[in-house]
Nanobody
Framework: VQLVESGGGSVQAGGSLRLSCVAS????????MGWFRQVPGKEREGIGIIERDGRITYADSVKGRATISQDNAKNTLHLQMNSLKPEDTAKYYC??????????????????????WGKGILVTISS
């Protein structure tokens, strides 16, 4: 399975961004998928996960500002982020796991549950 992110770049604070992740080598409905992000020197942070049954879990840090959606026909996962803040600056990663549920109570567990990762894409929010 290969995951390729797109849509990153520089945005001013308060703006919006939409990231996409195309999955190849498998159908997206066979995996739970999610978005994570990482700032240099810090641990990778969970943003949101969509389970195979369509349930979505968001991290508290982005709840109300992030929306995950999936285009199954195109094997594509999207992340819409609004009201962006400078602290949202990070490298954003798409991930997938061949299991029914990726989020089982903690984002650390979700991170270790992922089988496949994209290379990441940089998002920079300027104040």
């Amino acid at each position: 399975v290969q995951l390729v992110e797109s849509g990153g770049g520089s945005v001013q604070a308060g703006g919006s961004l939409r990231l996409s992740c195309v999955a190849s080598g498998a159908t997206s409905t066979s995996y739970c998928m999610g978005w994570f992000r990482q700032v240099p020197g810090k641990e990778r942070e969970g943003i949101g996960i969509i389970e195979r049954d369509g349930r979505i879990t968001y991290a508290d840090s982005v709840k109300g500002r992030a929306t995950i959606s999936q285009d199954n026909a195109k094997n594509t996962l999207h992340l819409q982020m609004n009201s962006l803040k400078p602290e949202d600056t990070a490298k954003y990663y798409c991930a997938a796991a061949s299991r029914s549920n990726c989020y089982v109570g903690s984002w650390l567990a979700a991170y270790y549950a992922m089988d496949y990762w994209g290379k990441g894409i940089l998002v920079t929010i300027s104040s």
